[in-house]
Protein backbone atom coordinates (compact mmCIF):
# COMPACT_ATOMS: atom_id res chain seq x y z
CA UNK A 1 0.00 0.00 0.00
CA UNK A 2 1.62 3.34 -0.58
CA UNK A 3 1.69 6.01 1.74
CA UNK A 4 2.31 10.02 1.14
CA UNK A 5 1.61 11.74 4.58
CA UNK A 6 3.90 14.57 4.42
CA UNK A 7 3.73 17.58 2.09
CA UNK A 8 7.25 18.37 -0.14
CA UNK A 9 7.60 22.55 1.49
CA UNK A 10 11.22 24.25 0.71
CA UNK A 11 13.23 21.23 -0.16
CA UNK A 12 12.27 19.21 2.41
CA UNK A 13 9.27 16.12 2.95
CA UNK A 14 6.96 17.82 6.14
CA UNK A 15 4.58 16.96 8.30
CA UNK A 16 0.69 18.64 8.26
CA UNK A 17 0.00 21.47 10.43
CA UNK A 18 -2.94 19.35 11.53
CA UNK A 19 -2.53 15.72 11.02
CA UNK A 20 -5.28 14.63 8.61
CA UNK A 21 -5.27 11.63 5.85
CA UNK A 22 -7.11 9.89 3.02
CA UNK A 23 -7.71 6.69 2.15
CA UNK A 24 -7.58 6.23 -1.56
CA UNK A 25 -9.49 3.48 -3.08
CA UNK A 26 -8.47 0.78 -6.51
CA UNK A 27 -10.98 1.88 -8.35
CA UNK A 28 -10.47 -1.67 -10.20
CA UNK A 29 -10.77 -3.37 -6.90
CA UNK A 30 -12.63 -1.20 -4.35
CA UNK A 31 -10.01 -1.60 -1.59
CA UNK A 32 -7.84 0.69 -0.62
CA UNK A 33 -4.83 1.29 -2.43
CA UNK A 34 -2.85 3.78 -0.12
CA UNK A 35 -2.92 7.14 1.97
CA UNK A 36 -2.52 10.64 1.44
CA UNK A 37 -2.09 13.41 3.79
CA UNK A 38 -4.60 16.21 3.46
CA UNK A 39 -3.54 19.83 3.40
CA UNK A 40 -4.78 23.06 5.27
CA UNK A 41 -4.50 26.36 4.80
CA UNK A 42 -1.59 26.80 7.51
CA UNK A 43 0.04 24.20 4.81
CA UNK A 44 -0.40 26.12 2.00
CA UNK A 45 1.26 29.22 3.79
CA UNK A 46 4.36 27.31 4.38
CA UNK A 47 4.42 26.56 0.96
CA UNK A 48 3.79 30.01 -0.32
CA UNK A 49 6.52 31.31 2.23
CA UNK A 50 9.40 29.23 0.51
CA UNK A 51 8.38 29.61 -2.96
CA UNK A 52 8.05 33.75 -1.98
CA UNK A 53 11.62 33.55 -0.49
CA UNK A 54 12.55 31.40 -3.74
CA UNK A 55 11.53 33.73 -6.45
CA UNK A 56 13.86 36.37 -6.30
CA UNK A 57 17.29 33.87 -6.30
CA UNK A 58 14.99 31.74 -9.16
CA UNK A 59 14.28 34.31 -11.85
CA UNK A 60 17.47 35.45 -11.67
CA UNK A 61 18.76 32.73 -12.96
CA UNK A 62 20.18 32.40 -16.39
CA UNK A 63 18.68 30.28 -19.20
CA UNK A 64 21.20 28.30 -19.38
CA UNK A 65 20.86 27.14 -15.86
CA UNK A 66 17.12 26.69 -16.09
CA UNK A 67 18.24 24.43 -19.11
CA UNK A 68 20.24 22.69 -17.12
CA UNK A 69 18.05 21.82 -14.83
CA UNK A 70 15.39 21.07 -16.92
CA UNK A 71 17.81 18.75 -18.61
CA UNK A 72 18.29 17.01 -15.25
CA UNK A 73 14.46 16.67 -14.82
CA UNK A 74 14.39 14.81 -17.89
CA UNK A 75 16.89 12.53 -16.99
CA UNK A 76 15.17 12.10 -13.49
CA UNK A 77 11.86 11.46 -15.82
CA UNK A 78 12.91 8.75 -17.47
CA UNK A 79 14.75 6.93 -15.00
CA UNK A 80 11.44 6.87 -12.48
CA UNK A 81 8.69 6.63 -16.08
CA UNK A 82 7.97 3.02 -14.69
CA UNK A 83 7.18 3.97 -11.58
CA UNK A 84 5.19 6.65 -12.69
CA UNK A 85 3.27 4.74 -15.32
CA UNK A 86 2.40 1.99 -12.24
CA UNK A 87 1.35 4.66 -10.15
CA UNK A 88 -1.14 6.22 -12.33
CA UNK A 89 -2.68 2.93 -13.03
CA UNK A 90 -3.47 2.42 -9.09
CA UNK A 91 -5.15 5.50 -8.81
CA UNK A 92 -6.69 5.86 -11.31
CA UNK A 93 -7.57 2.97 -13.23
CA UNK A 94 -5.79 3.70 -16.63
CA UNK A 95 -4.94 -0.08 -18.49
CA UNK A 96 -0.96 -0.69 -17.72
CA UNK A 97 -0.51 0.22 -21.59
CA UNK A 98 -1.95 3.37 -21.71
CA UNK A 99 -0.26 4.56 -18.67
CA UNK A 100 3.42 3.44 -19.73
CA UNK A 101 2.67 4.38 -22.89
CA UNK A 102 0.30 8.08 -23.75
CA UNK A 103 0.09 8.59 -20.07
CA UNK A 104 3.35 9.09 -19.10
CA UNK A 105 4.61 10.04 -22.23
CA UNK A 106 2.65 13.47 -22.46
CA UNK A 107 4.13 14.43 -19.90
CA UNK A 108 7.39 13.48 -21.30
CA UNK A 109 6.53 15.51 -24.42
CA UNK A 110 5.04 18.50 -22.63
CA UNK A 111 8.84 18.94 -20.74
CA UNK A 112 10.75 18.26 -24.05
CA UNK A 113 9.12 20.99 -25.67
CA UNK A 114 9.75 23.34 -23.02
CA UNK A 115 13.42 22.69 -23.21
CA UNK A 116 13.15 23.18 -26.63
CA UNK A 117 10.90 26.26 -26.20
CA UNK A 118 13.20 27.83 -23.28
CA UNK A 119 16.40 27.79 -25.83
CA UNK A 120 14.46 30.65 -28.07
CA UNK A 121 11.80 32.62 -25.83
CA UNK A 122 11.42 35.66 -26.86
CA UNK A 123 12.26 37.34 -23.18
CA UNK A 124 13.51 40.56 -24.64
CA UNK A 125 12.50 42.42 -27.94
CA UNK A 126 13.55 45.74 -29.15
CA UNK A 127 10.66 47.66 -30.45
CA UNK A 128 11.82 51.22 -31.91
CA UNK A 129 13.10 52.85 -28.93
CA UNK A 130 11.13 50.66 -26.61
CA UNK A 131 12.23 47.82 -24.60
CA UNK A 132 9.42 44.83 -24.38
CA UNK A 133 10.62 42.40 -21.87
CA UNK A 134 8.99 39.28 -20.37
CA UNK A 135 9.56 38.71 -16.84
CA UNK A 136 8.49 36.27 -14.62
CA UNK A 137 4.67 36.63 -12.74
CA UNK A 138 5.95 35.36 -9.50
CA UNK A 139 4.82 32.24 -7.37
CA UNK A 140 2.07 29.79 -9.59
CA UNK A 141 -0.60 27.92 -7.82
CA UNK A 142 -1.10 25.09 -10.42
CA UNK A 143 -3.99 22.55 -9.17
CA UNK A 144 -4.61 19.56 -11.47
CA UNK A 145 -7.05 16.94 -12.01
CA UNK A 146 -6.78 13.18 -12.23
CA UNK A 147 -7.72 11.88 -15.42
CA UNK A 148 -4.24 12.67 -17.41
CA UNK A 149 -2.03 12.98 -14.10
CA UNK A 150 1.26 13.53 -16.15
CA UNK A 151 0.12 15.82 -18.50
CA UNK A 152 -1.84 18.11 -16.92
CA UNK A 153 1.30 18.80 -14.29
CA UNK A 154 3.39 18.61 -17.20
CA UNK A 155 2.30 21.43 -18.72
CA UNK A 156 2.01 23.74 -15.93
CA UNK A 157 5.28 23.03 -14.02
CA UNK A 158 7.85 23.14 -16.33
CA UNK A 159 6.80 26.15 -18.61
CA UNK A 160 6.30 27.65 -14.80
CA UNK A 161 9.96 26.58 -13.80
CA UNK A 162 11.47 27.51 -17.59
CA UNK A 163 10.01 31.08 -17.40
CA UNK A 164 11.64 31.72 -13.48
CA UNK A 165 8.45 31.16 -11.73
CA UNK A 166 8.21 29.18 -8.56
CA UNK A 167 5.08 26.85 -7.39
CA UNK A 168 2.59 25.65 -5.21
CA UNK A 169 1.21 22.54 -6.91
CA UNK A 170 -2.16 20.87 -5.57
CA UNK A 171 -3.10 17.56 -7.68
CA UNK A 172 -6.32 16.18 -7.02
CA UNK A 173 -6.55 13.74 -4.09
CA UNK A 174 -7.23 10.93 -6.47
CA UNK A 175 -3.84 11.38 -8.33
CA UNK A 176 -1.61 11.78 -5.54
CA UNK A 177 1.05 9.43 -5.91
CA UNK A 178 2.29 10.22 -8.95
CA UNK A 179 2.61 13.76 -8.02
CA UNK A 180 4.64 12.81 -4.99
CA UNK A 181 7.04 10.62 -7.65
CA UNK A 182 7.21 13.92 -9.59
CA UNK A 183 8.39 15.36 -6.55
CA UNK A 184 10.74 13.22 -5.92
CA UNK A 185 12.06 13.51 -9.50
CA UNK A 186 12.45 17.34 -9.26
CA UNK A 187 14.02 16.72 -5.88
CA UNK A 188 16.88 14.57 -7.40
CA UNK A 189 17.31 17.00 -10.34
CA UNK A 190 18.16 19.49 -7.96
CA UNK A 191 15.91 21.95 -8.14
CA UNK A 192 16.35 23.96 -5.86
CA UNK A 193 14.71 24.56 -2.24
CA UNK A 194 11.23 26.61 -2.29
CA UNK A 195 11.46 26.49 -6.36
CA UNK A 196 8.93 23.76 -6.33
CA UNK A 197 6.71 23.09 -3.99
CA UNK A 198 3.72 20.38 -3.00
CA UNK A 199 0.99 20.08 -1.02
CA UNK A 200 -1.33 17.47 -0.98
CA UNK A 201 -5.75 17.90 -0.52
CA UNK A 202 -8.78 18.64 -1.57
CA UNK A 203 -10.46 21.56 -3.20
CA UNK A 204 -12.25 23.17 -0.70
CA UNK A 205 -9.29 23.81 1.81
CA UNK A 206 -6.26 23.59 0.00
CA UNK A 207 -7.63 24.95 -3.75
CA UNK A 208 -9.24 27.42 -1.96
CA UNK A 209 -6.67 28.70 -0.11
CA UNK A 210 -4.26 29.33 -2.89
CA UNK A 211 -6.92 30.89 -5.02
CA UNK A 212 -7.24 33.19 -2.02
CA UNK A 213 -3.83 33.81 -0.83
CA UNK A 214 -2.41 36.96 -1.83
CA UNK A 215 0.88 36.04 -2.20
CA UNK A 216 0.00 33.91 -4.79
CA UNK A 217 0.28 35.53 -7.75
CA UNK A 218 -1.09 33.22 -10.57
CA UNK A 219 -3.37 30.25 -10.85
CA UNK A 220 -3.51 27.57 -13.20
CA UNK A 221 -6.79 25.39 -12.79
CA UNK A 222 -7.97 21.95 -15.19
CA UNK A 223 -10.80 21.45 -14.04
CA UNK A 224 -14.47 21.01 -13.75
CA UNK A 225 -16.20 23.88 -14.58
CA UNK A 226 -18.19 24.32 -11.68
CA UNK A 227 -14.81 24.38 -10.00
CA UNK A 228 -13.22 26.67 -12.16
CA UNK A 229 -16.06 29.04 -11.56
CA UNK A 230 -15.84 29.03 -7.96
CA UNK A 231 -11.94 29.17 -7.62
CA UNK A 232 -12.28 32.94 -10.53
CA UNK A 233 -14.88 34.32 -7.64
CA UNK A 234 -12.09 33.44 -4.78
CA UNK A 235 -9.04 34.79 -7.03
CA UNK A 236 -10.80 37.79 -7.78
CA UNK A 237 -10.28 40.06 -4.35
CA UNK A 238 -6.46 39.46 -4.78
CA UNK A 239 -6.80 40.49 -8.63
CA UNK A 240 -4.34 37.75 -9.48
CA UNK A 241 -4.27 35.80 -12.68
CA UNK A 242 -6.38 33.40 -13.35
CA UNK A 243 -6.48 30.45 -16.39
CA UNK A 244 -8.57 27.80 -16.72
CA UNK A 245 -8.52 24.98 -18.60
CA UNK A 246 -12.39 23.46 -18.20
CA UNK A 247 -14.64 20.95 -19.35
CA UNK A 248 -15.69 19.90 -22.97
CA UNK A 249 -18.53 18.84 -25.11
CA UNK A 250 -16.77 18.44 -28.39
CA UNK A 251 -18.61 17.45 -31.64
CA UNK A 252 -16.58 15.73 -34.30
CA UNK A 253 -18.18 16.22 -37.91
CA UNK A 254 -17.27 13.65 -40.24
CA UNK A 255 -18.16 14.77 -43.89
CA UNK A 256 -19.83 13.31 -46.96
CA UNK A 257 -16.38 12.30 -48.59
CA UNK A 258 -14.93 11.12 -45.61
CA UNK A 259 -13.71 7.47 -45.17
CA UNK A 260 -17.02 6.56 -43.17
CA UNK A 261 -15.73 3.29 -41.86
CA UNK A 262 -12.23 4.44 -40.73
CA UNK A 263 -13.57 7.72 -39.25
CA UNK A 264 -16.67 6.60 -37.36
CA UNK A 265 -14.51 3.74 -35.72
CA UNK A 266 -11.75 5.97 -34.81
CA UNK A 267 -14.44 8.39 -33.23
CA UNK A 268 -15.77 5.67 -31.42
CA UNK A 269 -11.98 4.47 -30.24
CA UNK A 270 -11.45 7.48 -29.71
CA UNK A 271 -13.96 8.50 -27.42
CA UNK A 272 -13.53 5.53 -25.41
CA UNK A 273 -9.99 5.76 -24.46
CA UNK A 274 -8.77 6.71 -21.01
CA UNK A 275 -12.86 5.11 -20.24
CA UNK A 276 -14.08 8.35 -21.89
CA UNK A 277 -12.54 10.94 -18.77
CA UNK A 278 -10.94 13.33 -21.24
CA UNK A 279 -12.08 17.62 -21.52
CA UNK A 280 -11.41 17.28 -25.13
CA UNK A 281 -12.80 14.07 -26.11
CA UNK A 282 -14.95 13.31 -29.27
CA UNK A 283 -18.00 13.32 -27.58
CA UNK A 284 -20.67 14.35 -30.09
CA UNK A 285 -20.07 12.26 -33.29
CA UNK A 286 -22.00 14.10 -36.22
CA UNK A 287 -22.77 12.39 -39.96
CA UNK A 288 -24.20 12.95 -42.62
CA UNK A 289 -28.31 11.98 -42.11
CA UNK A 290 -28.15 9.68 -45.79
CA UNK A 291 -25.32 8.15 -44.51
CA UNK A 292 -26.35 7.66 -40.50
CA UNK A 293 -27.93 3.93 -40.94
CA UNK A 294 -24.36 3.16 -41.88
CA UNK A 295 -22.81 4.74 -39.27
CA UNK A 296 -24.44 3.03 -36.61
CA UNK A 297 -23.76 -0.23 -37.70
CA UNK A 298 -19.82 0.71 -37.44
CA UNK A 299 -20.06 2.44 -34.66
CA UNK A 300 -21.99 -0.76 -32.98
CA UNK A 301 -19.12 -3.13 -34.28
CA UNK A 302 -16.72 -0.48 -33.02
CA UNK A 303 -17.15 0.05 -29.70
CA UNK A 304 -17.84 -4.27 -29.64
CA UNK A 305 -14.08 -4.00 -29.90
CA UNK A 306 -13.26 -1.66 -27.27
CA UNK A 307 -12.51 -4.57 -24.00
CA UNK A 308 -13.38 -3.70 -20.28
CA UNK A 309 -11.08 -5.17 -17.71
CA UNK A 310 -8.72 -5.31 -15.09
CA UNK A 311 -6.43 -1.89 -15.89
CA UNK A 312 -2.98 -5.05 -15.53
CA UNK A 313 -4.57 -6.93 -17.59
CA UNK A 314 -4.41 -7.03 -21.93
CA UNK A 315 -7.84 -4.63 -21.83
CA UNK A 316 -8.45 -1.43 -24.01
CA UNK A 317 -9.61 0.25 -20.74
CA UNK A 318 -10.27 0.10 -17.13
CA UNK A 319 -12.84 1.12 -14.21
CA UNK A 320 -13.57 5.11 -14.29
CA UNK A 321 -11.35 6.85 -11.13
CA UNK A 322 -14.10 6.25 -8.69
CA UNK A 323 -17.84 5.41 -7.20
CA UNK A 324 -19.05 8.96 -7.60
CA UNK A 325 -17.47 9.47 -11.48
CA UNK A 326 -19.51 6.31 -11.88
CA UNK A 327 -22.76 6.83 -9.98
CA UNK A 328 -22.58 10.32 -12.04
CA UNK A 329 -22.27 8.43 -15.41
CA UNK A 330 -24.93 6.11 -14.98
CA UNK A 331 -27.29 8.67 -14.18
CA UNK A 332 -26.50 9.94 -17.41
CA UNK A 333 -27.02 6.83 -19.49
CA UNK A 334 -30.29 6.46 -17.57
CA UNK A 335 -31.62 9.52 -18.89
CA UNK A 336 -30.75 9.18 -22.71
CA UNK A 337 -32.37 6.10 -22.49
CA UNK A 338 -35.56 7.82 -21.06
CA UNK A 339 -34.98 10.55 -23.05
CA UNK A 340 -35.22 8.18 -26.05
CA UNK A 341 -32.15 7.81 -27.72
CA UNK A 342 -31.16 4.71 -29.51
CA UNK A 343 -28.88 2.53 -27.42
CA UNK A 344 -26.65 1.51 -30.10
CA UNK A 345 -23.85 -0.23 -27.64
CA UNK A 346 -23.58 -0.93 -24.02
CA UNK A 347 -26.25 1.60 -21.86
CA UNK A 348 -26.76 1.38 -18.09
CA UNK A 349 -25.04 -0.66 -15.15
CA UNK A 350 -21.45 -2.60 -15.65
CA UNK A 351 -19.95 -5.60 -17.86
CA UNK A 352 -20.74 -8.79 -17.99
CA UNK A 353 -19.32 -10.77 -15.12
CA UNK A 354 -17.50 -7.61 -13.38
CA UNK A 355 -19.48 -6.91 -10.19
CA UNK A 356 -16.41 -5.37 -8.56
CA UNK A 357 -14.66 -2.00 -9.55
CA UNK A 358 -16.51 0.87 -11.53
CA UNK A 359 -16.19 -0.43 -14.70
CA UNK A 360 -18.63 1.25 -17.15
CA UNK A 361 -19.99 -0.37 -20.70
CA UNK A 362 -19.08 0.97 -23.79
CA UNK A 363 -22.03 2.98 -24.82
CA UNK A 364 -22.89 4.04 -27.74
CA UNK A 365 -26.14 6.48 -28.47
CA UNK A 366 -28.04 7.24 -31.55
CA UNK A 367 -31.11 9.29 -33.16
CA UNK A 368 -29.58 12.08 -30.15
CA UNK A 369 -31.10 15.41 -30.51
CA UNK A 370 -29.39 18.45 -28.74
CA UNK A 371 -32.52 19.00 -26.05
CA UNK A 372 -31.28 15.89 -25.11
CA UNK A 373 -28.81 15.43 -21.36
CA UNK A 374 -26.54 13.48 -23.15
CA UNK A 375 -25.94 15.87 -25.96
CA UNK A 376 -25.18 19.15 -23.97
CA UNK A 377 -23.88 17.85 -20.95
CA UNK A 378 -20.00 16.69 -20.37
CA UNK A 379 -20.22 12.91 -19.13
CA UNK A 380 -16.87 12.16 -18.48
CA UNK A 381 -17.07 8.66 -19.28
CA UNK A 382 -17.14 6.00 -22.70
CA UNK A 383 -20.37 7.56 -23.90
CA UNK A 384 -20.83 8.54 -27.29
CA UNK A 385 -23.41 10.40 -28.48
CA UNK A 386 -24.25 10.15 -32.29
CA UNK A 387 -26.50 13.23 -34.36
CA UNK A 388 -26.91 13.68 -38.58
CA UNK A 389 -26.98 16.75 -39.92
CA UNK A 390 -28.60 17.40 -43.13
CA UNK A 391 -25.98 20.14 -45.24
CA UNK A 392 -22.66 21.53 -43.84
CA UNK A 393 -24.25 24.55 -42.29
CA UNK A 394 -26.59 22.82 -40.09
CA UNK A 395 -23.34 20.38 -38.98
CA UNK A 396 -21.96 23.84 -38.02
CA UNK A 397 -24.69 25.22 -36.33
CA UNK A 398 -25.25 21.69 -34.35
CA UNK A 399 -21.19 21.53 -33.41
CA UNK A 400 -21.56 25.26 -31.88
CA UNK A 401 -24.75 24.86 -30.03
CA UNK A 402 -22.84 23.86 -26.98
CA UNK A 403 -22.06 26.04 -23.94
CA UNK A 404 -18.53 24.63 -24.32
CA UNK A 405 -15.92 25.35 -27.02
CA UNK A 406 -12.67 23.64 -25.92
CA UNK A 407 -11.74 21.21 -29.03
CA UNK A 408 -13.64 20.22 -32.30
CA UNK A 409 -12.63 17.35 -34.93
CA UNK A 410 -13.17 17.38 -38.34
CA UNK A 411 -12.46 14.04 -40.95
CA UNK A 412 -12.97 14.71 -44.83
CA UNK A 413 -10.55 14.72 -48.01
CA UNK A 414 -11.30 18.01 -49.42
CA UNK A 415 -8.70 19.70 -47.76
CA UNK A 416 -10.29 23.47 -48.73
CA UNK A 417 -13.78 21.55 -47.07
CA UNK A 418 -12.24 20.33 -44.12
CA UNK A 419 -10.05 23.57 -43.23
CA UNK A 420 -13.60 25.85 -43.85
CA UNK A 421 -15.26 23.48 -41.73
CA UNK A 422 -12.35 23.83 -38.86
CA UNK A 423 -12.49 27.93 -39.14
CA UNK A 424 -15.99 27.66 -38.46
CA UNK A 425 -15.91 25.84 -35.76
CA UNK A 426 -16.18 27.22 -32.30
CA UNK A 427 -13.53 26.10 -30.27
CA UNK A 428 -10.23 26.72 -29.13
CA UNK A 429 -7.99 23.58 -29.93
CA UNK A 430 -9.35 22.16 -34.13
CA UNK A 431 -7.95 19.09 -35.08
CA UNK A 432 -8.63 17.60 -38.61
CA UNK A 433 -7.65 14.32 -39.69
CA UNK A 434 -6.32 13.11 -36.45
CA UNK A 435 -3.09 15.74 -36.42
CA UNK A 436 -1.63 16.43 -33.55
CA UNK A 437 1.16 18.75 -32.21
CA UNK A 438 2.58 19.53 -29.11
CA UNK A 439 3.27 22.94 -30.09
CA UNK A 440 0.21 23.68 -30.90
CA UNK A 441 -1.56 26.19 -28.09
CA UNK A 442 -4.45 23.91 -26.20
CA UNK A 443 -7.52 25.67 -24.64
CA UNK A 444 -10.80 26.62 -24.61
CA UNK A 445 -13.56 29.41 -25.28
CA UNK A 446 -17.00 30.22 -23.68
CA UNK A 447 -17.31 27.54 -20.09
CA UNK A 448 -14.65 25.55 -21.45
CA UNK A 449 -12.26 27.93 -19.78
CA UNK A 450 -9.36 31.51 -20.95
CA UNK A 451 -5.74 31.13 -21.50
CA UNK A 452 -3.55 28.69 -23.23
CA UNK A 453 -1.11 25.90 -22.53
CA UNK A 454 1.58 23.46 -24.40
CA UNK A 455 4.39 24.98 -26.30
CA UNK A 456 5.42 28.75 -26.66
CA UNK A 457 1.94 29.72 -26.09
CA UNK A 458 2.06 27.95 -22.23
CA UNK A 459 5.22 30.14 -21.84
CA UNK A 460 3.09 33.56 -21.96
CA UNK A 461 0.94 32.46 -19.36
CA UNK A 462 3.48 32.59 -17.10
CA UNK A 463 5.22 35.97 -17.56
CA UNK A 464 4.26 39.04 -17.21
CA UNK A 465 4.78 42.26 -20.14
CA UNK A 466 6.67 45.06 -19.25
CA UNK A 467 7.42 47.88 -21.46
CA UNK A 468 10.95 50.09 -21.05
CA UNK A 469 10.55 53.01 -22.57
CA UNK A 470 13.25 55.31 -24.23
CA UNK A 471 15.38 52.35 -23.80
CA UNK A 472 17.17 53.12 -27.13
CA UNK A 473 19.78 50.29 -28.71
CA UNK A 474 22.93 51.05 -27.80
Not at 185 to 210: K, R, S, T, W, Y
Not at 231 to 238: G, K, N, V
Amino acid sequence: MREYLKHYIDGHWVDPITPSFLELENPATEEVSGRIVLGSGADVDLAVAAARRAFPAWSATSREHRLDILAAILSEYEKRSGDLARATTDEMGAPAALASGFQIGLGHGHLTTAIEVLKTFPFEEQRGETLITRIPIGVCGLITPWNWPMNQVAVKVFPALATGCTVVLKPSELSSFSAAILAEILEAAGVPAGVFNLVFGDGPDVGAAMAAHPDIDMISFTGSTRAGVEIARTAAATVKRVTQELGGKSASIILDDADLAQNVASGVHGMMGNSGQTCSAPSRMLVPAARLEEAISIARDAAAEVTVGDPNGNFTIGPVVSKAQFDKIQTLIRQGEAEGATVVAGGSGRPDGLEKGYYVRPTVFADVTMDMAIAREEIFGPVLTMLSYSDLDHAIAIANESDYGLAGYVSGKDPAQTREVARRIKAGWVVINGAFDFNAPFGGVGRSGNGREWGEFGFHEYVEVKAILGHAPA
